[in-house]
């Protein structure tokens, strides 16, 4: 089976320090990867190599795209990684105000994507956004209320609407679930679990949040100092780690 | 004053072909915001330093100039860009639209139909479209060159979801020649039907450095949705001075006690027409 994505010796450098250094792997449909690691591992570097918002030094970024097959994105013209960017690809960020155009009502900000790839009937972007609010729990009567006045795990998953709505083949997610108290991260994780599985995406979840590749996550992967140490299935890497990071960062989750 | 105190209409020669260069690569590129290095005029920005650079790009000694400020000949802006190139470029002056070579606007565009050998200057304070919408210039720029334009509906949806319908009611944003989406000055929506025109429509943005055009008979389509198509509106009145019911209208406040009287915001076409009835009536 062809890989969604495949990596090769991805190299990011600043300067003279590394953000993240021969990264390789494979990505196949319906998979979902972990990236876990401490800040500055080069998590986030990598992520964003990987989505076309950083240049790497070095490396390839094969995408499986629906036309032509394999491409390596890092070569790709603007037009053609931007098109990527917003139909087979969505970007989950962190903080949902990145993510989200703040003075835009939700509604708005769900059929953005559909109406830059060229929807003009707002009846249809009006029931589609409806839809994808109703798939991400926010109730109907708030589609014209705009994401400020969302509470922030609302904010969250309508940037996850707005994501879906171009029904997306790869997810990057950069830590979706941060600055989220922790029940709100349960229902969140239980709704992105439910959907990844729902709609067969693949997605690549980076996060320093062990809990989170736990629940998410098929396949782990984790970085230090911008190098990838250990690879795995994430119940094997979690439960049994080999490099001594990994088996340091295991054992540092607290216990309740 | 001796108008040789003056290079012929203010600008110096260099900067008058610096000027028509940009206006030659905006009419070659229609709805392109090209550069340029728009110098200090002596009047304020925001009072159309872009407009006159380009009507003094543009004039010859020969020209017939019209300077119309809100549709009005006789509002401060118009009297005093029209004395600035009575005074610096000795050039005619006419209030008739029909006469005019060069015509300056801001924010209208004449009832009267213009021609093949006439030119529109526009004044422009914004540009730029996507502004309001993407703050960031290298962004805007590059969603231009690769034609995103998913954004300008983002924000017609907005007005539909708002207000029921599109509330933009100026400065209404087109796609010129089927390309570039262009903001055409703060112009009332009922004036973007006449931007296909059979005269040349020069915009001049003197604070924000850019020149665009729209070469005569270039089409210019009003973005819109399927189901909430463009609508020119204009207040449901006719003039109250000329009776004119196709026109765009000035509502104006006439005393403390509510009363309003609706009339041409083209102070040329409303006259003509009322000297017109004058003449039939006598």
Request: glycine share 8%; net charge negative.
């Given at each position: 089976m062809t890989p969604l994505l495949e990596v090769r010796d991805l190299t990011k450098r600043y300067g003279g320090r590394i953000g993240c250094a021969d990264v390789s792997f494979a990505l196949h449909p319906g998979e979902v990867l972990g990236i876990v690691g401490e800040s500055g591992s080069g998590k986030s570097t990598l992520l964003n190599c990987l989505a076309g918002q950083l240049e790497p030094d070095a490396g390839e970024v094969l995408f499986d795209t629906r036309t032509d097959g394999p491409r390596d994105v890092l070569t790709m013209s603007d037009p053609e990684r931007r098109m990527l960017g917003r139909t087979d690809w969505a970007f989950v960020h962190q903080n949902p105000r990145d993510g989200l155009r703040m003075r835009v009502s939700a509604g708005g900000n769900v059929g953005e994507r559909l109406m830059a790839v060229g929807a003009r009937h707002y009846g249809d972007i009006r029931s589609d956004a409806l839809h994808w609010l109703g798939q991400v729990e926010i109730p109907d009567d708030r589609i014209d209320d705009r994401p400020a006045a969302f509470s922030g795990g609302m904010q969250q998953r309508l940037q996850i609407a707005r994501n879906l709505v171009s029904g997306p083949r790869l997810v990057f997610m950069d830590e979706p679930t941060g600055g989220l108290d922790v029940s709100v991260q349960a229902r969140l994780l239980d709704l992105i679990r439910g959907l990844v599985r729902r709609m067969g995406l693949s997605a690549i979840v980076v996060t320093h949040d062990l809990a989170v590749v736990r629940l998410l996550a098929d396949r782990l992967m984790v970085m230090k100092d911008g190098h990838v140490i250990e690879t795995g299935l994430t119940d094997q890497v979690l439960d049994d780690p080999q490099a001594p990071y990994t088996q340091l960062l295991v054992s540092s989750v607290l216990q309740v | 004053m001796n108008t040789s105190d003056y290079n012929f209409a203010y600008l110096d020669e260099q900067t008058k072909r610096m000027i028509r260069r940009a206006i030659l690569k905006g009419v070659a590129v229609p709805g392109y915001q090209v550069p340029f290095a728009s110098r200090e005029m002596p009047m304020p920005y925001g009072w159309g330093t872009g407009g006159v650079q380009v009507s003094a790009a543009c004039l010859t000694p020969e020209d017939t100039m019209k300077v119309i400020d809100q549709g009005a000949d006789d509002t401060t802006n118009a009297v005093s860009i029209r004395k600035f190139f009575e005074k610096t470029a000795n050039v005619a002056v006419t209030e008739r639209t029909e006469e005019a070579t060069v015509i300056q606007t801001r924010h209208r565009i004449p009832e009267t139909l213009l021609a093949e050998d006439q030119i529109l200057v526009y004044q422009v304070p914004i540009p730029e479209p996507l502004r309001f919408l993407e703050p960031r210039e290298t962004e805007t720029r590059k969603m231009h060159a690769l034609e995103e334009y998913g954004l300008m509906h983002v924000k017609l949806y907005e007005d539909i979801a708002q207000h029921g319908e599109i509330a933009t009611a100026y400065a209404y944003p087109v796609t010129v020649s089927d390309r570039y989406v262009m903001d055409p000055s703060p112009i009332p929506k009922f004036d973007n039907p006449k931007l296909e025109s059979a005269a040349i429509q020069l915009f001049g943005a003197g604070r924000e450095q850019r020149i665009y055009a729209v070469p005569p008979y270039t089409k210019v389509v009003s973005l819109?949705?399927?189901?909430?198509?463009?609508?020119?509106?204009?207040?449901?009145?006719?003039?109250?001075?000329?009776?004119?019911?196709?026109?765009?209208?000035?509502?104006?406040?006439?005393?403390?006690?509510?009363?309003?009287?609706?009339?041409?915001?083209?102070?040329?076409?409303?006259?003509?027409?009322?000297?017109?009835?004058?003449?039939?009536?006598?």
């Amino acid at each position: 089976m062809t890989p969604l994505l495949e990596v090769r010796d991805l190299t990011k450098r600043y300067g003279g320090r590394i953000g993240c250094a021969d990264v390789s792997f494979a990505l196949h449909p319906g998979e979902v990867l972990g990236i876990v690691g401490e800040s500055g591992s080069g998590k986030s570097t990598l992520l964003n190599c990987l989505a076309g918002q950083l240049e790497p030094d070095a490396g390839e970024v094969l995408f499986d795209t629906r036309t032509d097959g394999p491409r390596d994105v890092l070569t790709m013209s603007d037009p053609e990684r931007r098109m990527l960017g917003r139909t087979d690809w969505a970007f989950v960020h962190q903080n949902p105000r990145d993510g989200l155009r703040m003075r835009v009502s939700a509604g708005g900000n769900v059929g953005e994507r559909l109406m830059a790839v060229g929807a003009r009937h707002y009846g249809d972007i009006r029931s589609d956004a409806l839809h994808w609010l109703g798939q991400v729990e926010i109730p109907d009567d708030r589609i014209d209320d705009r994401p400020a006045a969302f509470s922030g795990g609302m904010q969250q998953r309508l940037q996850i609407a707005r994501n879906l709505v171009s029904g997306p083949r790869l997810v990057f997610m950069d830590e979706p679930t941060g600055g989220l108290d922790v029940s709100v991260q349960a229902r969140l994780l239980d709704l992105i679990r439910g959907l990844v599985r729902r709609m067969g995406l693949s997605a690549i979840v980076v996060t320093h949040d062990l809990a989170v590749v736990r629940l998410l996550a098929d396949r782990l992967m984790v970085m230090k100092d911008g190098h990838v140490i250990e690879t795995g299935l994430t119940d094997q890497v979690l439960d049994d780690p080999q490099a001594p990071y990994t088996q340091l960062l295991v054992s540092s989750v607290l216990q309740v | 004053m001796n108008t040789s105190d003056y290079n012929f209409a203010y600008l110096d020669e260099q900067t008058k072909r610096m000027i028509r260069r940009a206006i030659l690569k905006g009419v070659a590129v229609p709805g392109y915001q090209v550069p340029f290095a728009s110098r200090e005029m002596p009047m304020p920005y925001g009072w159309g330093t872009g407009g006159v650079q380009v009507s003094a790009a543009c004039l010859t000694p020969e020209d017939t100039m019209k300077v119309i400020d809100q549709g009005a000949d006789d509002t401060t802006n118009a009297v005093s860009i029209r004395k600035f190139f009575e005074k610096t470029a000795n050039v005619a002056v006419t209030e008739r639209t029909e006469e005019a070579t060069v015509i300056q606007t801001r924010h209208r565009i004449p009832e009267t139909l213009l021609a093949e050998d006439q030119i529109l200057v526009y004044q422009v304070p914004i540009p730029e479209p996507l502004r309001f919408l993407e703050p960031r210039e290298t962004e805007t720029r590059k969603m231009h060159a690769l034609e995103e334009y998913g954004l300008m509906h983002v924000k017609l949806y907005e007005d539909i979801a708002q207000h029921g319908e599109i509330a933009t009611a100026y400065a209404y944003p087109v796609t010129v020649s089927d390309r570039y989406v262009m903001d055409p000055s703060p112009i009332p929506k009922f004036d973007n039907p006449k931007l296909e025109s059979a005269a040349i429509q020069l915009f001049g943005a003197g604070r924000e450095q850019r020149i665009y055009a729209v070469p005569p008979y270039t089409k210019v389509v009003s973005l819109d949705f399927e189901d909430y198509p463009f609508d020119p509106s204009k207040a449901p009145h006719a003039c109250a001075l000329c009776g004119a019911d196709h026109t765009y209208l000035d509502e104006v406040i006439t005393d403390d006690a509510g009363g309003r009287m609706f009339v041409c915001s083209d102070t040329d076409y409303c006259a003509q027409r009322r000297a017109e009835q004058q003449g039939t009536a006598a």
